[in-house]
């Protein structure tokens, strides 16, 4: 089998990276895997767009719920033909990882590892709204505007608790 793993660098803060690294190492013992590390969205559409040349037979995300949304919508854009092997995992390292708490995913590294290598594939319904593709939610109103006025670098720094602080802010301000 041969991995494609993708670390969405602005969704998690550094300390991630050591995480990641951990399990990507204890899959490259046994399995053919690359490791890229993006910055911005073009970065990782430049990879995906390429997963069919290079043969990869799993697309693995490290990042947040955006990052796993991305990413689907990027397969779907491109016209990405599944093969029959063909499966992406998920590594929650983003902010929040509703997805995380959803797929009832732990942070052991051995119970990720057996997970993304395992052959026990589901499939997945997808919603799509206005062209867009959607695995996890899609959102409107109130706390749509809550999650679109968080800018990366301050979730970063503040974490989930930039999202109790953006609620109250529109609730007082309403």
Known sequence: MKFC????????????????????????????????????????????KDLKKNKYNRLILAGG???????????????????????IGYIPVGTANILKSELKIH?????????????????????????KFFLLMASFGWDAQIVQSIKSPIKKILGKIIFIIKGFQKFILM
């Open 5 to 48: 793993l993708i670390y969405n660098k602005n969704s998690s803060s550094q300390n991630q990276l050591k995480f990641i690294s951990k399990i990507y190492n204890k899959i490259k013992k046994k399995y053919f895997i690359d490791f890229f590390q993006t910055k911005t969205e073009q970065e990782a559409s430049d990879i995906i």
């Open 65 to 87: 719920d955006g990052t796993v949304s991305f990413a689907i919508n990027e397969l779907i854009k491109n016209n990405y033909v599944l093969s029959k092997n063909f499966a």
């Open 107 to 131: 942070y052991k590294i051995n119970h990720i590892v057996t997970t993304l290598t395992s052959n026990n594939i589901k499939k997945a319904n997808l919603i799509k709204i206005n062209g």
